[in-house]
Every structure is written in C-alpha cells, then in structure tokens.
C-alpha cells in the first residue's frame, strides 16, 4: 500500500480543498447552498497558550538548563455538511526571552542538559471526518491518537510540541458498552518538531485497539500494535515490533465500607514484525493496587519492561513523560529493562488545588541491579474555565553500583532534578 500521508499537510489541504471546491459548486436547490455556508462559518475556533519555564539539573552536564517557552495553537472545526467535517489546527513553539539556555535537539547548545522543546511553527492536525455510518466515525488525515492510558499510544501532551499521527482511524461503539478502533499509521510527526531530522517517522503501522466497558468491576481492553518502520527512517527498520496485549482497569467500593478499591492488571508481549531482528522479544507487566478514600487516592504500583542485556522492550510512541518516573530519565528502556515499583498519591486541597506526589524505586530486569530512586510532586490550580496554573518537581537520585555505573554511566548512573512552571489558557 503506498504512504497514506507522506506529506501530511499537504494531503489534508488538498482533500479538504477538493471537499470544499465540490461544497462551492453551484446547486439549483438553495437549501444546500445554505447548509454549506452553515456548515463552513458555523464551526468552533479553539485555541491555547502554554508557558513554561523548565529547570534542569544534570549531573553529567556543566551547566543547568533553563527553558522558557511558549506553545500558541489555533484550530478551527468546520461543521457538519453530508456527514463530513474538517479540522485545521496550527501549533507553533518559541522561546520566551534574550536567549535559549538549554539543550533544545536541534539548537547545538549541547552543554546544557535536553529539554525537548525545540522553536518551530507547523500543522498540528488537519484531517477530514466522516459520520455517515451510525456509531462510527472515519478519520483521515494529521490527528491525535491516544489509547488506554497512553502506555503505547499517545500525543505527548507534556512537551511543547507534541506528537501527532498521519492515519486513517475507524472508531466503533455499535455494540453495547464496546470500543472497536482501528487504525492504519504512515507517519509519526514526533515531539523534535519539523526542523529536526528525529521528526518526522515514515512507517506502516497497524493499531487495533477492543475495550469493553459492560462490567461494573471495570473494563477490559484487548490490543495489538504492528511496527513496520522504513528503511532510513530515526527507528531502525531492524527494530519493526508488534506488541499483543491484555489490561483489565477499574475500581469496586463495597457497600458496607468507607473505601472504594482501584485495581489494574495488564500484560504484554513484543516480539519482531516485518524487518525486525530476532533480538526483538520483551514482556510487559503492569500491576496496581489502590484505595480512595474521600477524595484522597493512594495507589502502590509494580510495572516492568523486560530486558536481556541487548534489548529492552520498546514504547516509543507512548506519552513517555507519564510513566517511570517525571524525570525522564528511562524515555527509551534501558538494554536490562526496568522494574519500577512506585507509591503515589493524589488528592484536592483548599478550594481546588490539586496535589499529587510518587516515589519510584528503580532496578533493571537484567541482573537485578538497581538504578536508583526518583520523588515527583506535583500542585496544580484550575483559576477559571480557562487558566490552569502547575508546578512540578523531579528529583532522581542514581544508585553508584558497580553495573549501574559500567552499564549506564551517562544515564541512570547520574543525578537529575528538574522544576517546572507552567501556564496553559485554553479557549
């Protein structure tokens, strides 16, 4: 099958400006001409702006990274005409100030730490959407993909620039309290952003995706995720994977007791796909036990990535910043794999500032050494409908044992703290 989208925006404008042309064409009944102005002026504009600024502490760099940005989005959703809409979304990045101190990817200030939120301005999303069929909807086009928990598949919200998908999607809710998704994948537009050779993934990628939510214990979800990267492309062609997996969620309060019990079970299994070599075989483990108690929610999680010593089981689409740990400091899972067991809690405060804290405790699957340990706290304020204000901090402490330190010794073999502060008004 040829690329869906090689140049995602250029095939979304050129679809939505056929759409549009065959809109315009002059029709003997005024009845449609009006339903194609409505249609056309009668859509939602939406739009953000996102300050941050980021501090980081690297023990393996010189200097401390500071980085103060902003995002700035504009969209705009057409209205419904035949069952087709469309949406336009531009996202663009700057650095807020006289001059970038850190290590953006792409700006060659390699003595400051990463901070991967590189300047540049492009389409965020464009794609078309299809509502004809009941219960389903048809995407085409640059779009935001996130499923489950985003463990495998998600946007990167976190960064400035986020990761979006070149794909035809078919989402399902015909049978009761059933999730069918189906996605077909020829491109990843990824966090680096347009100027950086890391950002843009050309690929074949098949997502299918069942949940069904009909039990009042919980939901139960049924995956399977096909990987075939192109030759050439930021991810070996060597590295092409495909992911099955299991996860049951949910929670069950008991009627004679105070706490209601939050529970999560999944597992999964990677091995090659397509031009994948035979090295590339992982299991994924993810178990958590919590309780909430008015308000107040205290989860004690067990989650591993399997490794052998040459490869460590591969999340690369996943919203990376959400697991294992703020910091960041294990993005790509280490060739030894990673056992992360964490208590976190979380919990509303005076009038709706949200709390909410983990600490991680971090081995390798591979010779059971440890990496080291990680404390994430977090208060955010919702000021009004538009103005949510946050401040974060991560402060990874490395283990100095002799494997950590021969195996990992610009990684997890380093100390990491970072703080941030952060702006986001959405309209």
Not at 69 to 95: C, K, P, W
Not at 185 to 208: C, H, T, W, Y
Not at 298 to 321: I, Q, R
Not at 377 to 385: D, E, S
Request: with cysteine.
């Amino acid at each position: 099958m040829k690329k869906l989208f090689k140049n995602g925006v250029a095939s979304a404008i050129y679809c939505g400006v056929g759409v549009a042309s065959l809109m315009l064409v002059p029709m003997p009944p005024s009845y449609a001409a009006d339903t194609v102005v409505e249609a056309l002026s009668g859509g939602k504009a939406s739009g953000q702006f996102r300050y941050r600024y980021e501090w980081v502490d690297d023990q393996a760099k010189t200097k401390d990274a500071h980085a103060s940005t902003l995002r700035t989005r504009l969209g705009y959703m057409t209205g419904d005409y035949l069952n087709i809409s469309a949406f336009l979304q531009f996202e663009d990045v700057q650095v807020v100030g006289a001059n970038d101190l850190y290590n953006s990817t792409i700006n060659g200030r390699t003595e400051y730490p990463v901070v991967a939120d590189p300047e540049g301005t492009e389409i965020n999303q464009a794609f078309l959407m299809y509502k004809g069929v009941p219960g389903t909807v048809f995407k085409y086009g640059r779009q935001a993909i996130n499923l489950d928990n985003q463990r495998f598949i998600g946007t990167v919200e976190w960064r400035q620039n986020s990761q979006m998908y070149d794909a035809f999607t078919v989402t399902n809710t015909s049978l009761p309290d059933t999730t069918f998704f189906y996605g077909h994948v020829s491109g990843v537009n990824r966090i680096f952003g347009p100027k950086s050779p890391q950002g843009d993934l050309d690929m074949a990628g098949e997502l299918l995706n069942v949940a069904y939510k009909g039990w009042a214990v919980g939901s139960l979800v049924g995956y399977g995720y096909f990987f075939d990267y192109m030759p050439g492309q930021p991810i070996s062609n060597t590295l092409s994977n495909q992911t099955v997996g299991l996860r049951f969620d949910g929670g069950y309060k008991p009627a004679s007791m105070a706490p209601r019990f939050l529970y999560t079970a999944e597992f999964a299994k990677q091995s090659d796909y397509a031009d994948g070599a035979t090295t590339v075989d992982g299991d994924y483990v993810n178990l958590m036990f919590g309780v909430d108690v008015s308000g107040i929610q205290v989860k004690l999680n067990y989650e591993v990535l399997s490794g052998d010593g040459v490869y460590g089981f591969a999340t690369p689409f996943a919203t990376l910043h959400a697991f294992n740990g703020w910091a960041d400091k294990f993005l790509a899972t280490p060739r030894d794999g990673i056992k992360d067991i964490f208590l976190s809690a979380s919990t509303i405060v005076l009038e709706g500032i949200n709390l909410s804290g983990a600490y991680h405790l971090y081995s390798s699957d591979n010779l059971g050494y440890d990496y080291g340990s990680e404390l994430n706290l977090q208060a955010a304020k919702k000021i009004n409908k538009s103005l949510v204000v946050t401040a974060k901090y991560a402060a990874y402490s490395a283990d100095t044992n002799a494997n950590n330190v021969a195996r990992n010794a610009t990684g997890a073999a380093k100390d990491l703290d970072k703080f941030w502060l952060m702006l986001d008004v959405q309209f």
